[in-house]
């Protein structure tokens, strides 16, 4: 299982970003898609996930309204797209993948099995 995340880079206060997650090597039907990321000196955090098969989404309190999690099952890619950002957005993003039976907290990275190398994120105020 391969997932590769790109779309990372330089934006100001107040723009907007789009993260792709390209996803690879099994179905993932039975799978929630995340989104964590993780500012430096800070633990790995949710952002936001997506139920890959009936495209439920979370968000955690800080995404919610800003942030959209989308998913294309035919090209097997998940999407952040990301508004409204902040200087305090900055991080590395990171996609992965939980099966729907490890674990009912899909907030919990410990819980996803398969991690994106991860996209740099920088938000200039």
């Known amino acids: 299982v391969q997932l590769q995340a790109s779309g990372g880079g330089l934006v100001q206060a107040g723009g907007s970003l789009t993260l792709s997650c390209a996803a690879s090597?099994?179905?993932?039907?039975?799978?929630?898609m995340g989104w964590f990321r993780q500012a430096p000196g800070k633990e790995r955090e949710f952002v936001a996930a997506?139920?890959?098969?009936?495209?439920?989404?979370y968000y955690s309190d800080s995404a919610k309204g800003r942030f959209t999690v989308s998913g294309d099952r035919a090209k097997n890619m998940v999407y952040l797209a990301m508004t409204s950002l902040q200087p305090e957005d900055t991080a590395v993003y990171y996609c992965?993948?939980?099966?729907?039976?490890?674990?009912?907290?899909?907030?919990?990275?410990?819980?996803?099995?398969?991690w994106g190398q991860g996209t740099q994120v920088t938000v200039s105020s």
């Open positions: 992965a993948a939980k099966y729907l039976g490890a674990g009912s907290d899909y907030t919990r990275r410990e819980e996803y099995r398969y």
């Open positions: 090597g099994r179905t993932f039907a039975s799978y929630i």
């Open positions: 997506i139920r890959w098969n009936i495209g439920v989404t």
